[in-house]
């Protein structure tokens, strides 16, 4: 085999580029396995450099079925690259394998890939063949007994990919095309007006503390008595609470109604929200 076969070889093998492929060669003296290693080696030192760099491009992936349903966060550093074919290619393959190991990115990370690499193995190789930072974020597994998975993407990149994605998982023994129109809803209603939780109870104490500091500062600069902020501070918080819990969001679609009644009015007595996950790109 001559030289220019085995970069040849080599490139359609690990993707990276003609000249390192032709250096590599050299250095294992044309043994194609060491070349191979030679270029896994620099690929690992070259995503290392890349790993200071800020990511805030990408996609986000939905997998799985009505019963099992998993997202997942690839994120990248331009939107250049998130249209990428392999990149693409890449956030779809790994989309899949994250449903079976149920979001827990240690596993996802060391599991095979079809071209028989770990996931981590073959995110060096990206990084290195892209040269941009490339991450796996935030990701999620819906799979709660007696419930159906609902989701919602929004500026879709490619099939299963977007930049904002929701899913809503709604406990029910109901299967009606009511219930199904309400869930696709619910997903875009969720993406729209970002709840923190479903109740107000629900929200984190660090939110709650973060906004009453926010309010305390807010209300000292008007010089109003003690007594008086305070009654402003506790109608604030209590308006924050509202507008963050997604039973008593304004409906989307119909304004005038709260999410809660939305719901009244399906008449399904057994429906329950039991959990739900937002995720857009950058934020």
């Known amino acids: 085999m001559s030289n220019l076969e085995k970069i040849k070889q080599l490139r359609e093998s690990t993707g990276a580029g003609f000249k390192d492929c032709g250096l590599a060669i050299d250095e294992a003296k044309g043994d194609l396995d060491k070349a191979v290693e030679i270029l896994r080696v620099k690929g690992i030192s070259k995503a290392s450099k890349k790993m200071s760099r800020v990511a805030k491009e990408g996609v986000i992936s939905v997998s799985g079925d009505e019963n099992k349903k998993s997202l997942i966060e690839i994120n990248c550093e331009t939107d250049f690259v998130a249209k990428n074919e392999d990149f693409i290619n890449f956030a779809k393959e790994i989309s899949d394998i994250n449903n079976k190991v149920d979001s827990d990115l240690e596993k996802l990370k060391s599991s095979k890939m079809k071209n028989s690499k770990t996931v981590d193995e073959n995110l060096v190789s990206l990084i290195s063949k892209i040269g941009e930072k490339i991450t796996i974020g935030r990701a999620k597994t819906f799979n709660h007994n007696g419930s ?116 009244k009015d399906l008449k399904i007595d057994d429906l329950v929200i039991k959990d739900f996950y937002r995720i857009k790109i950058g934020e």
Request: hydrophobic share 35%; net charge positive.
């Open 148 to 263: 159906k998975n609902f989701n919602y993407l929004h500026n879709i990149v490619r099939d299963n990919l977007s930049k904002l994605a929701v899913i809503v998982t709604i406990k029910t023994k109901n299967d009606t095309d009511i219930l199904k129109n309400f869930g696709k809803q619910l997903c875009m209603h969720i993406a729209a007006s970002s709840p923190l939780a479903i109740e107000a109870e629900e929200i984190k104490k660090e939110i709650l503390d973060k906004e009453n500091e926010l309010i305390s500062e807010e209300l000292k600069t008007t010089g109003k008595p003690e007594d008086i902020i305070k009654k402003i501070s506790i109608g604030k918080i209590k308006k924050f609470k509202e507008d963050n819990s997604l039973l008593s969001q304004p409906w989307v679609m119909e304004p005038k109604k709260k999410v809660h009644d939305i719901i």
